[in-house]
């Protein structure tokens, strides 16, 4: 694992990621260390000082949570710890802020021990290295085979431009690939330009929801604002030079694999109807899993006279203000809709089938302070570390409370004793904003936390809830009508607006796209409800074909999907260095590597919470009760097995290619 040294640190790049140089008076620092994460603050003394046994000399965290940046510590600790971070602070500004220490692998494991209270298995060091940028063995995994030349005649197609579509764009562009992104709304931004509705925001830490690549100090919230995010996107698609080459609403109706020329024929329609056929050497479809929203069919639906939108597919015209508003769904996207139009709306009835667990969050709808983004911007790796105390305490770390004990039984509340401590904590977060024991009995789940995505809550929902102007009811649907929606005791509620926030159809992901690789088999047929892929990307007769955030990738309890694409993106393009490099046409993933690593998937997510009985309704279950979206192992996992391909995973179709047309 080669750790970098002081030279490599200065290279711009890195400095814009790491900490840029400062020489802010020591009112500037005293405000940005009281702002500060105080574990990320005690790293970034390390790496100021070059002395790993300054830890030793200072309190240390108590726990990293993720609710707390504070890592648990008390007021007196962390007040010892902000002292000494400033004038080691102030001391390395009149230092002239040289080139931050780096430590070797045994310092860097005295760091994490501190930091995390010794709970990172050796296994992890290396993953976790790459992250902070104290190694070289970052995302863009290893050099390229082919020469430039070679990888100048091969274009790639990219459908979407979310935010792994923009990064597709920005990883072929470096690699010298020639590429053209299609997408069918006007704008960069997916999913996040399509879920526009009224308070929608990330629910991974901003500092997690961030390209590895770029620097992390622009959020103005913890936990992302859609605009701050499409603000984001688009930033970073200028920064990169993508815009280019994106066709903007311009669709993808289908590709057809063409066997003699080792090309996808690509049908797209463009705004204005027309239909146009575009070639390339690999495919690389990053829809992902949320672009097909779902209306469900309720019994009269269709006799609404007053206006509806699916939050995924928002009016911009909708004017709520003194309106009756019916809210269908209360999952991630009617959590966050609710409280943002309550007090707007006369009126808000939110009709909950089924209750979702809620992870306490007191950061959830925080701005970040001036002085914490300074700290994030200048303090050496200081984000970096920032960035581990987010997705540390939420990602690998909760693998225990994930998993079914078959020996625990407590009739499906819990799966173990320790997810059993997470449901006491979460019930227990929940009676601290209300005594109403209904409403408590409405809101809480009869199911094990985190069988469904667990949401963030700083309260809002609750106070929300017990608003008079809010109703939640939880009897279930008998119709809706002409002015409202009747519940099946045949209580009939007025609404002038009905919003679905009833999510999407992950289990058909590709929804209308028509995907045909080899003898014309139609990727919609293969998978039906049930998709498929080799790590979540490759599946066998769809030659040169790459899925990012596709079946087997959503890893559902708190990881980043910019995170995740990262990998899947490193791993696309090593397999098509893999085939410029080896002279090949295609490379397919083997059927029985993909076979395999799907069966093993499925058997070990049937072993965690997602798939236990008393989860019954769930967009992570297909009809018969598989998990085929989800990613079954830890992000480590993905991590290192997405870091190039093993051509012995692949067949190669050596022919080479007729002249494409
Ligand atoms: P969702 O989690 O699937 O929630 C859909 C809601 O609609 C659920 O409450 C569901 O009830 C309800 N519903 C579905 N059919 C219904 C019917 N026939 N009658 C009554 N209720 C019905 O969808 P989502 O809220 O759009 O979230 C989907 C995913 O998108 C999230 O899990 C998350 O991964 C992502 N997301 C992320 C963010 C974020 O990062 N901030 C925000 C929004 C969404 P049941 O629970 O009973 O099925």
Redesign the pocket.
């Known amino acids: 694992m080669p750790f970098l040294t002081g030279e490599h640190v200065r290279s711009p790049e890195l400095t814009a990621l790491t900490g840029l140089p400062f020489d802010d008076d020591d009112e500037v620092l005293r405000a940005a260390i009281d702002d500060a994460s105080v574990p990320a603050l005690l790293m970034s003394m390390v790496h100021m000082t070059g002395d790993p046994g300054i830890l030793d000399r200072l309190p240390r965290p108590y726990m990293l949570i993720a609710m707390d940046l504070q890592g648990g510590m008390s007021e007196p600790d962390k007040q010892v710890v902000r002292d000494k971070a400033f004038e080691v602070a102030r001391e390395y500004r009149d230092r002239g802020c040289p080139p931050p220490f780096v430590p070797d692998e045994h310092q860097l494991r005295v760091m994490l021990d501190v930091i995390t209270g010794g709970q990172v298995g050796s296994e992890l060091i290396e993953y976790i290295a790459a992250d902070l940028r104290v190694t070289d063995a970052d995302q863009n995994g290893p050099p390229l085979a082919s020469t430039a030349r070679q990888r100048a005649d091969f274009p790639v197609l990219v459908i979407g431009c979310g935010e792994a579509g923009l990064l597709a764009g920005i990883k072929l562009k470096a690699a010298g690939l020639p590429f053209t992104i299609v997408e069918k709304q006007s704008g960069v931004g997916g999913t996040w330009l399509a ?1 526009r509705y009224p308070g ?5 830490a901003s500092q997690y929801y961030t390209y590895s690549f770029e620097p992390t100090d622009h959020w103005e919230h913890h936990y992302a604002t859609q605009p701050e995010i499409l603000r984001y996107l688009r930033d970073v698609m200028d920064r990169h030079g993508i815009a280019d080459h994106v066709r903007f609403d311009t669709e993808v109706v289908g590709a057809r694999w063409d066997e003699l020329s080792a090309t996808w024929r690509v049908r797209v329609r463009t705004g204005g109807g027309a239909v146009e056929e575009l070639t390339a050497r690999a495919l690389i479809c990053a829809v992902g899993q ?1 672009s097909n929203p779902v209306i ?1 069919d ?1 019994d009269g639906a269709d006799t609404f006279e007053g206006p509806t939108c699916h ?1 995924a597919d928002w009016d911009d015209t909708l004017d709520l203000t003194g309106r009756r508003v019916a809210v ?7 959590f ?1 809709l609710v409280p943002a139009i309550a007090g707007t709306a006369a009126h808000v009835d939110v ?4 209750p ?1 667990w809620m992870a306490p969050n007191v950061h959830y709808h925080e701005a970040v302070s001036d002085g914490a983004r300074w700290a994030t911007r200048h303090l050496p790796y200081y984000g970096r570390w920032l960035r581990f105390v987010s997705w540390w305490p939420i990602a690998d770390a909760l693998d225990e409370q994930i998993t079914i004990d078959p020996d625990w039984d407590t009739g499906g509340l819990s799966v173990s004793a320790g997810n059993q401590m997470i449901r006491d904590m979460f019930i227990a977060w929940m009676q601290a904003f209300t005594d109403d024991e209904d409403l408590l009995a409405k809101v809480t789940p009869k199911y094990p936390p985190m069988g469904k ?1 667990t949401l963030q809550d700083d309260g809002t929902w609750l106070r929300t809830l017990q608003r008079d102007d809010v109703e939640l009811i939880n009897d279930g ?1 008998a119709a809706i009508t002409a002015d409202g929606v009747t519940d099946v005791h045949g209580v009939h509620r007025r609404a002038d607006v009905l919003v679905w ?4 159809d992950v289990n058909h992901q590709l929804g209308p796209i028509d995907i045909r690789g080899r003898d014309g088999l139609s990727l919609n047929e293969v998978w039906g409800d049930a998709a498929y892929a080799y790590l979540g990307m490759t599946v066998t007769g769809f030659p040169n074909f790459y899925c990012m955030f596709g079946p087997g990738t959503n890893a559902v309890n708190g990881a980043s999907l910019i995170y995740n694409s990262e990998c899947q993106m490193r791993y696309i393009l090593g397999c098509i260095d893999m085939i410029i490099a080896s002279g090949a046409a295609a490379a397919e993933p083997r059927a029985e590597v993909c076979r395999d690593y799907d069966r093993r998937s499925q058997q070990r997510l049937q072993t965690m919470v997602y798939a236990h009985p008393a989860v019954t ?3 992570y279950k297909n009809s018969t009760g598989e998990l085929p979206t989800l990613f079954a192992w830890r992000i480590a996992d993905y991590w290192k097995w997405t870091r190039y391909p093993d051509p012995a995973d692949y067949q190669l179709e050596t022919a080479a290619p007729q002249e494409v047309s």
Request: charge should be positive.
């Open positions: 879920n929608c925001r990330v629910d991974i949320f469900p309720i939050t269908i769904g209360a999952g991630a996207s009617g966050q009709y909950q089938r089924t979702q995505r649907i926030a009833t999510g999407f309704s769930s967009y």
